[in-house]
């Protein structure tokens, strides 16, 4: 069975710090995990995916992540938010072989003050 | 660029009506999916489907209904909309190469439903 799970569903910075954004995850399987962004009014858009290959990986924005399995986490990080950055964030997570279900957590939102 | 679109953005319906929503993609993607999106619940699977004329309830598929008689073409059926049904859908699809899929889902821009 997979699951995910987004530790905070609201998350508020000012513009110019770091952004932490918090997914633990289970899977029976070798997970895949990706995070989506989504602007108001918008559909989701694929920030970045870890599939097995680099433990770290960057994605658009400036935005990465870091694979950890001993911590079962895949947090997204980026080290100054800018307005634009506004959205909310899914963590998402799939096997690569078995199901084409992917599962997303609850999402988080995330607010940038000037 | 590729697209998924989605062909009403807002609607409004009183509970009883049969309600038709749109999905056309034009990436020649096998699988197609419907979620519906309420705050604090995330996405929540509806249905997929992995091909013409097939189909998968997903974790919520109580009261709906779905068709693909076309590749590109995947719609949601309310057969008697409810009031709680009321919510935001968003249609998606994946690519898949043999047994695996990209992971990457394309999503539409969401249709906004209001069931009075």
């Known amino acids: 069975a997979q699951s995910v799970t987004q530790l905070d569903s609201h998350v508020s910075v000012s513009e110019g710090t770091p952004v932490l954004l918090r997914c633990n995850y289970s899977s029976s399987y070798s997970p895949s995990l990706f995070w989506y962004v989504q602007h108001p009014n918008k559909g989701l858009q694929l920030l970045l995916k870890y599939t097995s290959a680099a433990t770290l990986v960057k994605g658009i924005n400036g935005f990465e992540a870091e694979f950890k399995k001993s911590e079962t986490s895949f947090h997204l990080t980026k080290p100054s938010a800018h307005m634009s950055d506004a959205a909310e964030y899914f963590c998402?997570?799939?096997?690569?072989?078995?199901?084409?279900?992917?599962?997303f957590g609850t999402g988080t939102r995330l607010q940038v003050f000037p | 660029d590729v697209k998924v679109t989605q062909s009403s953005r807002y609607l409004v319906k009183r509970t009883g009506e049969k309600v038709f929503l749109e999905c056309v993609q034009d990436?020649?993607?096998?699988?197609m999916f419907w979620y519906r999106q309420d705050p604090g619940l995330g996405l929540r699977l509806i249905y997929f489907?992995?091909?013409?004329?097939?189909?998968e309830k997903g974790d919520i598929p109580e009261g709906y209904s779905v068709s693909r008689e076309k590749k590109e073409r995947f719609s949601l059926i309310l057969e008697s909309a409810s009031t709680n049904q009321t919510s935001m859908y968003l249609c998606a699809s994946i690519w898949k190469s043999g047994m695996a899929n990209t992971g990457e889902l394309f999503f539409g821009e969401g249709s906004r439903l209001t069931v009075l």
């Open positions: 990436m020649d993607h096998e699988n």
């Open positions: 489907s992995y091909d013409v004329k097939m189909k």
């Open positions: 998402v997570v799939n096997s690569l072989f078995g199901t084409d279900k992917l599962i």
